[in-house]
């Protein structure tokens, strides 16, 4: 008789993202019984746990638009085996990387400083606030991503076909349906 | 009697003078392509139509057939160099499907399905380009422009405007059109020329008239530009 | 011609001197620019319109070359050469040095519009650089001494005419003569042999010469003539090839100086051999100093029946040489790209087949040929084919011009029978302590040390004469960097692979050489090789990662102390990308910074 294989360990977390990917993979329904049924969460907005453990897979939505998620997406690099980016905001900087061709400065002075009526605004200097980058980054830019995910957001079916490739052994693939970028 | 070559071990009879493409199509055989399109003569810029013909890379569209060759596409190692090419193109600009009303009607995007490009391998240019909204019909956004030129060629050899060409060189090429202003308002551009119709990405687009289609019944929602290529009789 | 109800202006003239041809676009914008100092937007649709052509096709040609500009530059306007030997000369000190006494920054123009300066491929004076170009004149053999009495030439605008005859001296250095290059023909002899012969003999020696190309490909010459003899229509046209733009070559800037009179007799024996009517001599506009001398010697040769109709007495042999110029574009020497060029278009390669010598200038048979390969075509006129296949190899016959720059005691030329080692070449030029030469340019291949028996011949070592030495002191990272940045930009952008390839080549280095590279980006760099080599629409996108590829091969630690890490690394510097906000912020604490390297990963 074959011992249970252990549970597979998933962290999941979002950037510069909307949550649509998250929102996408809660889509996959009653299959979430089945996911539990050979999976178990760290680090994730379903689990609520704060940092990132030793982990099997790491899920990544969103690009990278400041120093936190520098920071956040270098914890799951270090802490995951398999680190896969979930969606177009990830894999191209997407809908927050159309800031590219803008100049920061001016555009945090437009915004904080120099637009009529904001009186005595200035940009927030709180050491709390993270800083953003001059551009947003896909995360493949700033650390080895081993798989993409592409969709905006990917359909929950998509997430599903994929994680049970990966979970099973086998190179995930998608078939032509499940291969969106919008 | 016609001549054969072999396309993928299969034997294809072709006519002389018939391009590799050509021929290959003609018998029902797809070859990926941007640049090449049926009513003009080969360009050979995009290079996704490369295949290998005894050991050596060539360009399917500008390449004669000849009787006897044998060549190989559909691999792993051709589709692979060509959906590098393709990578190539999505860092090259700023293609951002979700955003874009080309979307679901895109040759690029839809090439990029095809190929099984699940994500990037380079880093992004994210250039600085601009759009020009100066026409009444029309919308130039050259953040998506891959240089096929063939809204140049459309309109130069068909409507016989010569709105568009290209300036600058290398990385820095770009699309310019027929006006000292540089505002394609300021041209004889017509919404109902060949060159407002031609653009497989989305850098020409109508105005008004975005997102009109349902995602699903997008022209390569369902089925894969390899099928629906064919089916155009493009 | 267009009758003018009013006087012409400056640009009607100028179009009017060139028939109003379309083809002579590139004639008409060089000139017009010499009138007007740039090329504006109002300036373009005046040529648009006096050509009648459309607006789009001369804006599109307009912003090709990089000598013309579209955007204002200073009324003196410098271009550093800025090759490999240049900078190991000491080329952009010299060049932060003038730009900081005439306070204006690289790229820019002054304020006061008097200066610009910037940087330039390869302008072929690596025997006596560091060089510059100054309003498209060379200024050799630079020095600190000479930035300093330039800054103040320039502050007193003084015109070029006046300064220092000196300044613009160009030595042709020729250390070693051989068949070629120890000719003393009266202008006519090799013609009069050829003609005494008759067509037929004529090409009979040709063949039994096996004379190959020397422009690099190394193509033989008698096929390539007999199948423009052969094709189809008349008008066939001969072009010599003289935008010579591969670092470090310089012997055709040397026989154009010293031999002009073989190279047009090497035209006019190729038109003799394919009965063409046209000649052109496409001269890259780096050499646009040699084109008063090259005029008069062409009108001479017309005084004295070398040219024009019935030459030297034989009734219909009829044959023209006019000179185009370049404006900067390497991928011009590509013989399709020179040949759009010609016709007044965007040097783009084109299509092949149809090859020139069917389907060339027009859509007429043409034959193109390097310079030392035409002038080569007199030995053989004068001594005969098997006289001239006696030296060299057995597939590389007759002699080599070797054009010598880098870390050696005598640089310049040389001619030696093909299949001189390379070890016999370095002792030749004064060279020791050497860690590799690039030979072939850019394009061609680093040999290291443990190759120096290696012989210079297309069955060994080609090369269209670059011959660029490096001894120990070198690093050959720096020298293939000096390159990809040469291709990047160089690439004509007609096609994916090439435009992108090489663009992304150059980012690869830059980040290897901040310091910010790791494993994963000699993999990425390996990979762009392949895609470059196997789908690149010419030789330019083909060779542009060997420089790269070789030394990665046989220098590989000069990488590999430049990696960061074994894994990967940013493809951006991270805190750099925050500066922008912490500047508007005002922020400067710890959290507004990021390390290079996360904790403990």
């Known amino acids: ?182 | 009697m016609s001549k054969q070559f072999l396309f993928d071990g299969r034997p294809v009879r072709f006519e002389e003078g018939q391009t590799i493409l050509q021929a290959a199509r003609a018998a029902g055989h797809y070859i990926p392509h941007l640049c090449w399109h049926p009513d003009f003569p080969p360009h050979g810029s995009c290079k996704l139509c490369i295949v290998k013909v005894a050991g050596r890379h060539v360009s399917s569209c500008a390449l004669p057939a000849k009787e006897g060759m044998e060549v190989e596409s559909n691999t792993p190692e051709i589709n692979g160099e060509r959906r590098a090419l393709v990578q190539m193109l999505f860092v090259e600009g700023n293609h951002f499907c979700p955003s874009c009303e080309k979307s679901g009607n895109c040759e690029l995007q839809a090439l990029a399905y095809d190929l099984e490009m699940m994500g990037e391998r380079f880093a992004h240019f994210f250039p600085d380009r601009p759009v020009d909204a100066s026409h009444p019909e029309m919308l130039l956004d050259f953040n998506r422009c891959i240089f096929c030129e063939l809204c140049v060629r459309a309109s130069r050899e068909v409507d016989g405007k010569s709105v568009f060409a290209l300036t600058g060189r290398g990385i820095h090429k770009h699309l310019v059109v027929n006006a000292e202003s540089g505002r394609l308002g300021d041209t004889d551009f017509s919404a109902d020329d060949m060159a407002a119709n031609i653009c497989p990405v989305g850098v020409i687009v109508r105005k008004r008239v975005g997102f009109a289609t349902p995602i699903g019944a997008r022209k390569y929602d369902d089925k894969p530009i390899h099928l629906v290529d064919m089916e155009d009789g493009k | 011609m267009k009758s003018h109800e009013v006087p012409p202006t400056p640009v009607g003239r100028i179009v009017d001197r060139h028939g109003r041809h379309a083809n002579r676009l590139l004639q008409v914008l060089i000139e017009v620019q010499d009138d007007s100092g740039w090329l504006s937007p109002a300036v373009i649709t005046e040529i648009a319109r006096e050509l009648s052509i459309p607006r789009s096709r001369v804006e599109g040609v307009a912003g090709f070359y990089q000598f013309l500009h579209t955007r204002p530059v200073g009324r003196y306007h410098l271009l550093f050469a800025d090759n490999i030997t240049e900078r190991m000369q000491g080329s952009a000190e010299l060049m932060a040095a003038l730009c900081s006494k005439l306070w204006v920054e690289p790229g820019k123009v002054s304020e006061d519009g008097l200066v610009s300066i910037d940087t330039t491929s390869c302008i072929g004076m690596g025997d006596q650089g560091p060089a510059l170009l100054v309003n498209g004149r060379p200024l050799t053999r630079l020095s600190h001494q000479r930035v300093n009495q330039i800054a103040e030439l320039v502050r007193r605008e003084t015109p070029i005419e006046q300064w220092p005859a000196e300044f613009f001296r160009v030595d042709d250095n020729i250390h070693r003569r051989d068949a070629l290059l120890g000719l003393d023909m009266a202008p006519g002899a090799a013609l009069r042999a050829a003609i005494g012969a008759g067509r037929a003999a004529w090409m009979t020696q040709l063949e039994a010469s096996n004379l190959r190309g020397r422009g690099g490909a190394g193509f033989t010459t008698a096929v390539k003539w007999m199948a423009c003899r052969d094709a189809a229509g008349a008008d066939k046209v001969v072009v010599c090839n003289a935008d010579e733009g591969e670092p470090g070559t310089f012997k055709d800037r040397v026989l154009l100086n010293s031999m002009a009179d073989a190279v047009f007799e090497g035209m006019t024996l190729a038109a003799w051999a394919v009965g063409a009517s046209e000649g052109y001599l496409y001269l890259r506009g780096e050499y646009r100093y040699l084109l008063p001398a090259l005029q008069d010697t062409l009108a001479l040769r017309r005084a004295q029946n070398l040219l024009g109709r019935g030459i030297l007495g034989e009734a219909g042999f009829d044959f023209d040489i006019d000179i185009h110029l370049g404006a900067g574009a390497y991928v011009c020497g590509e013989e399709t790209a020179l040949l759009e060029s010609l016709e007044g278009k965007r040097g783009t390669p084109r299509i092949r087949p149809p090859f020139p010598v069917t389907h060339g200038y027009l859509g007429r048979p043409t034959v193109v040929n390097n310079v030392e390969t035409l002038a080569k075509t007199c030995l053989i006129a004068l001594h005969g084919g098997e006289a001239f296949a006696a030296t060299g190899t057995a597939q590389s016959t007759g002699t080599k011009l070797l054009s010598i720059s880098g870390d050696c005691a005598h640089p310049g030329i040389y001619e030696y029978p093909f299949g001189v080692a390379v070890e016999r070449v370095l002792e030749d030029c004064g060279a020791s302590d050497i860690q590799a030469v690039q030979v072939g340019g850019a394009a061609g291949v680093t040999l290291a040390g443990y190759e120096f028996h290696r012989r210079i011949a297309f069955e060994d070592v080609p090369t269209a004469g670059a011959f660029m030495v490096f001894d120990s002191s070198r690093d050959l990272f720096d020298v293939a960097r000096n390159f990809v940045d040469f291709f990047a930009h160089e690439s004509c952008g007609f096609c994916t692979p090439c435009r992108i390839g090489t663009a992304l080549l150059k980012k690869a280095m830059t980040k290897l050489a901040e310091g910010h590279g790791a494993k994963m980006d000699l993999a990425d760099i390996e990979w762009i090789n392949r895609l470059l080599r196997n789908a690149s629409h010419c030789g330019l996108g083909a060779a542009a990662a060997n420089p790269v590829v070789d030394t990665l091969l046989k220098f590989r630690p000069t990488y590999e102390q430049r990696l960061k890490s074994l894994d990967f690394e940013p493809a951006f510097d991270l805190d750099a990308a925050l500066a922008a906000a912490r500047r508007a912020s005002g922020r400067d604490d710890a959290a507004a910074h990021l390390a290079d390297r996360a904790p403990g990963s």
């Not at chain 1, 929102?23 to 746990?49: G, K, Y």
């Not at chain 1, 998509?158 to 049970?164: D, E, G, N, R, V």
């Open chain 1, 1 to 182: 008789m074959s011992t249970p294989r252990p549970k597979v360990r998933i962290a999941t977390t979002s950037l510069a993202g909307c949550f649509g990917c998250h929102m996408s993979f809660l889509d996959i329904d009653e299959l979430l019984f089945d996911l539990v049924e050979v999976a178990e969460f760290d680090r994730s907005p379903l689990t609520d746990i704060k940092h990132c453990g030793p982990c099997d897979i790491g899920l990544i939505e969103g690009g990278v638009c400041n120093a936190e998620n520098v920071h956040v997406l270098r914890e799951f690099r270090h802490n995951c085996k398999t680190l896969i980016a979930v969606g177009a905001c990830a894999i191209n900087g997407g809908l927050p990387a159309q800031r590219n061709h803008l100049e920061l400065e001016s555009c945090l002075r437009e915004v904080y400083q120099s637009r009529a009526g904001l009186g005595q605004g200035g940009v927030p200097d709180d050491p709390e606030l993270p800083l953003l980058l001059d551009k947003v980054r896909p995360i493949h830019e700033l650390v080895r991503i081993d798989y993409f995910i592409p969709g905006c957001p990917p359909s929950g079916e998509a997430i599903w076909k994929f994680l049970s490739d990966l979970i099973a052994g086998r190179t995930p693939r998608l078939s032509y349906p499940m291969m969106r970028f919008d």
